[in-house]
């Protein structure tokens, strides 16, 4: 199943940043996996994704039959894990994010790829972590290097806007910079 966001010409999309873009090419739109992370990107960004809809691409292929020509999409080969591969996951890290170090439920834990599947990570267990949606949602298809540095950046960026007048950040800030 591919869930898309279109409004019947674009495609919502994100860019290797990570911002909310809108494309063309079918080829190039966000795969969201399930209609809840559509649902929670509408919600995210109402702005950007106001008269987008969802569609399921593998509903609308049935639905045209197979004398239509469809486009084609470019995918990351993602799979549904086995129980026991899940099991396996899991007790690695014992039931925390491998990013935030929360306790995520078995019911509610995401498998995922420290090198992305997109960047020639593979679905050996080697590469693969529990994560909690919000992490997973966050780093989607990038190194863990660029994620930390990512994160780095916002935690400097928001510290800097709130406590920008107090001595104490400033040290902080100072000292920190040396760090990253």
């Not at 990107?41 to 509903?59: F, H, L, R």
Request: some cysteine.
């Amino acid at each position: 199943m591919a869930i898309l966001l279109t409004n019947g010409t674009y495609y919502i999309a994100h860019s290797k940043r990570g911002a909310v873009i809108k494309v063309e090419d079918i080829g190039k739109a966000q795969d969201f996996y399930s209609l809840e992370r559509a649902i929670a990107q509408k919600n995210k960004t109402p702005g950007k994704c106001a008269g987008y809809y969802y569609i399921d691409t593998d509903m609308a292929d049935e639905a045209q039959g197979e004398n239509k020509k469809k486009p084609k999409r470019k995918r990351t080969k993602h799979k549904a894990f086995s129980m026991q591969k899940r099991q396996d996951v899991y007790l690695k890290t014992e039931g925390h994010c491998y990013l935030c170090g929360e306790f995520v439920g078995f019911d509610s834990f995401e498998v995922e790829h420290k090198i992305p599947l997109s960047k020639g990570g593979t679905n050996e267990l080697d590469n693969l972590f529990c994560a909690c949606h919000c992490c997973n949602s966050i780093k989607h298809d990038i190194y863990p290097e660029d994620f930390l540095e990512k994160i780095s950046q916002i935690f400097m960026h928001q510290m800097q806007t709130q406590n920008k007048d107090s001595l104490k950040w400033r040290i902080i800030h100072n000292e920190l910079k040396k760090m990253i």
